[in-house]
């Protein structure tokens, strides 16, 4: 799994926090699928750096819970050959995820470059 490093502001607290994720690469940006509750700081979009391949980017990210945008992404992550267990689901073999299921299992947080 590629693997980055999110630092990001608490919305409430003000505190720092350095939250290891798994990115993954889309059109638009890269996305972090998950379910924890940092995804929250997100929810109306937040500034943040992304550590990843040893460079530090500055990023914009935002929650998206739209399941046709989550199974879309996660369909073409899934294409790739990444077993399912890596972005944090179980899958029975052969299964094509539909884009409720994917929204279900997962939320996304979309993180574009900021310049």
Avoid at 1 to 14: C, D, W
Avoid at 74 to 88: D, F, K, Q
């Amino acid at each position: 799994m590629p693997t980055g490093m999110l630092r990001v502001t608490g919305r409430r607290t003000g505190r720092r926090y350095e939250i290891p994720v798994g990115v993954w690469p889309v059109d638009e940006g890269v996305v972090v699928f998950t379910d924890a509750p940092w995804l929250h700081n997100f929810a109306a979009g937040a500034e943040a750096e992304l550590v990843h391949r040893g460079r530090t980017q500055h990023v914009y990210g935002r929650v998206v819970d739209d399941p046709a945008r989550i199974g879309t992404w996660m369909r073409g992550v899934l294409a790739t050959g990444v077993n399912p267990n890596r972005v944090g689901i179980a899958l029975p073999p052969g299964h094509t995820i539909t884009d409720d299921e994917a929204a279900a299992l997962r939320k996304a947080v979309l993180l574009v470059p900021r310049n």
